[in-house]
């Protein structure tokens, strides 16, 4: 028999400065997470949003980027049923969440809490609850640690008399988990329009060469140097860099990547201290400031004008595939 396919979403709520998350009480017994079948037609984000609706009685809206797998089997009627969940995160509203039929109450719970009332010995589901809980706990920790820095970056042209940048905050985009972390120079105008880093032209070369390298978009995080458009697409001055630097480096800190690739002479300077990209593209270094590899190449805007850079970067994100492989490889090893 083929494996069954579910979603949900791992709800939580900040509760009087502690975390909770939703559980649901079966009539079994246990406790369980909103989560059911993915229909036809239905992708896993609606599957999740809807089974969390039908179960919870709350509209969540799962963040884009979390994504835990959890797989089990259990017995039915003498058959062995194979089940795989994708979980989501999502913040309550708050809203009173009700339970539906199949259920017999909800209980908010902290991670603490739950390892203290749940064991794996009597979780009848045989869904590990709580290894996701874990799980979803880490990565909304990196989130709201995240969230106050953005929130303090996005108030740096208030700070400063004669500031020549624009005043709209481009936030790094990117799962918090990732392994690989791409930084550019500064955002363009349909950045400075969107609030999102690499979504013209230069973002689309990007995510065909992240395709290149075996990963997706949702997988990887992406950021810049600076976070506000520069008038004119003009180059960031070395002051502009210098004020934002130190958040760069608290957001490499949150992620904590394998490996961060420098797009372009900008990029490569103010991290990695690197000026000639044309002579150094395709190579990487350990830097121990960082804790990871960092790999350098060309910005995809140079590959846009210049059609010509386009099998550089090609030739380059290839490279990349390796280390990453390489780096799976070892990690396998430890």
Same mark, same amino acid.
């Given at each position: 028999m083929g494996t069954? #396919? &579910? &979603?949900?979403i791992v709800? %939580?709520?900040?509760? &009087? @400065?502690?975390?909770? %998350?939703l559980l649901l009480k079966r009539k079994e017994g246990w406790l369980d997470l909103p989560k059911g079948h993915i229909e036809e037609k239905e =992708?896993? %984000?609606e599957a999740a949003k809807r089974e969390t609706r039908e179960e919870t009685g709350l509209e969540v809206h799962p963040h884009r980027f979390f994504r835990y797998v959890a797989e089990y089997s259990y017995e039915d009627n003498g058959k062995t049923i194979n089940k795989k969940v994708i979980f989501f995160i999502g913040k309550s509203g708050g809203s009173n969440a009700v339970s539906s039929s199949e259920h017999v109450g909800v209980e908010w719970l902290s991670v603490e809490e739950l390892l203290v009332k749940l064991t794996h010995d009597n979780d009848n589901s045989k869904l590990n609850v709580i290894d996701v809980l874990k799980a979803a706990d880490s990565y909304i920790e990196k989130l709201e640690m995240l969230h106050k820095i953005n929130k303090e970056h996005a108030k740096l042209p208030q700070l400063h008399d004669g500031w020549n940048l624009s005043r709209t905050f481009v936030p790094g985009e990117g799962s918090l988990s990732a392994t690989v972390m791409f930084i550019g120079q500064a955002p363009g105008k349909n950045e400075d329009i969107e609030r999102r880093p690499f979504?013209?032209?230069?973002? !689309?070369? #990007? =995510?065909?060469l992240i395709h290149l390298a075996g990963m997706k978009r949702k997988d990887v995080y992406i950021s810049n140097i600076v976070h506000f458009? $520069? $008038? @004119?697409?003009?180059? $960031?001055?070395?002051?502009?860099? /210098? #004020?934002e630097m130190p958040y760069l480096?608290?957001?490499?800190?949150i992620i904590k990547p394998k490996i961060l690739v420098l797009l372009g002479s900008f990029s490569a300077m103010n991290v990695a201290g690197i000026g000639q990209v044309m002579k150094n593209h395709g190579t990487h270094k350990y830097?121990? !400031?960082y804790g990871c590899e960092v790999f350098i190449t060309l910005h995809p805007a140079a590959a846009v004008r210049? !059609? /010509?850079?386009v099998p550089i970067m090609e030739k380059d994100f290839n490279k990349l595939k390796q280390l990453i492989s390489s780096d799976s490889d070892r990690q396998k090893l430890l």
């Open positions: 069954v #396919l &579910a &979603a949900g709800v %939580y709520r900040n509760n &009087a @400065g502690k975390r909770e %998350y =992708d896993e %984000y979504i013209g032209m230069a973002g !689309k070369l #990007l =995510d065909q458009f $520069p $008038p @004119g697409n003009r180059l $960031p001055t070395e002051e502009e860099a /210098a #004020l480096l608290k957001e490499i800190e830097m121990e !400031k210049i !059609k /010509a850079n």
